[in-house]
């Protein structure tokens, strides 16, 4: 883990973001994968390939963004912002 952070917003909603650095090899269609697999539905993806790019999930209960970019050393950055969308 790079970076790690979470909030609280007034009405009570929640926050987290993470930045990891990723195991050697992971790719975003790998990360995509997981999340469809785990019942989250796939929102935009700009930017997309198999290797770096970014989408959005939601599964009712959570939003997420995540981010894949690469790394000067090979092994892919990863950011994951979540927020709660249900109350």
Same mark, same amino acid.
């Given at each position: 883990?790079l970076l790690g952070a979470s909030?609280?917003g007034d009405n009570?909603?929640k926050?987290w973001?993470?930045?990891?650095?990723?195991s050697?090899?992971?790719t975003f269609?790998d990360i995509?994968?997981v999340?469809?697999g785990?019942?989250f539905?796939?929102?935009?993806?700009g *930017?997309?390939?198999?290797?770096v790019?970014?989408g =959005?999930? +939601? !599964?009712?209960?959570?939003?997420?963004?995540?981010?894949?970019?690469?790394? *000067?050393?090979?092994d892919?950055?990863?950011?994951? =912002?979540? +927020? !709660?969308?249900?109350p």
């Open positions: 883990v909030v609280k009570g909603d926050a973001n993470v930045t990891i650095k990723a050697d090899g992971t269609a995509k994968s999340f469809e785990a019942g539905e796939t929102g935009d993806l *930017d997309a390939s198999d290797a790019g970014t =959005t999930f +939601t !599964n009712g209960a959570y939003s997420v963004v995540v981010a894949v970019t690469e790394a *000067d050393k090979g892919p950055i990863v950011n994951y =912002t979540v +927020t !709660n969308i249900s």
